[in-house]
């Protein structure tokens, strides 16, 4: 099993930035995907964007392509999520998840396709 921790989330104004942390425990990171999705009150949790386990390959939903960059260190067992230009809109709870890449043959971009989940860290984001 691997074990995930988010980190980073906060307050912040429209426009602002942040950068969100996921640290893994357990197993060999580096033969994860990981992805990060968001959940607002009332809402479905949703694709934010996505990394293969190597770093060579990176996915985004429409919403936030241009804002947000993901990005992995495995030798820290950490992936990123940097977010510019902060909407509104983008306030959520933000998870992080894993799947192994020999379970799989492609970056997974829904929930249901991953099956390692952090506990969550808030983001919001005033007008």
């Known amino acids: 099993q691997v074990q995930l921790v988010e980190s980073g989330g906060g307050l912040v104004q429209a426009g602002g930035s942040l950068r969100l942390s996921c640290a893994a425990s357990?197993?060999?990171?580096?033969?994860?995907?990981v992805g990060w999705f968001r959940q607002a009150p009332g809402k479905e949790r949703e694709f934010v964007a996505a990394?293969?386990?190597?770093?060579?390959?990176?996915y985004y939903a429409d919403s936030v392509k241009g804002r947000f960059t993901i990005s992995r260190d495995n030798a820290k067992n950490t992936v990123y999520l940097q977010m510019n230009s902060l909407k509104p809109e983008d306030t959520a709870v933000y998870y992080c998840?894993?799947?192994?890449?020999?379970?799989?043959?492609?970056?997974?971009?829904?929930?249901?396709?991953?099956?390692?989940w952090g506990q969550g860290t808030q983001v919001t984001v005033s007008s």
């Open positions: 998840a894993a799947r192994a890449r020999q379970s799989i043959p492609r970056t997974p971009r829904t929930p249901n396709e991953y099956n390692y």
């Open positions: 357990g197993r060999t990171f580096s033969n994860y995907y």
């Open positions: 990394i293969t386990w190597s770093g060579d390959s990176t």
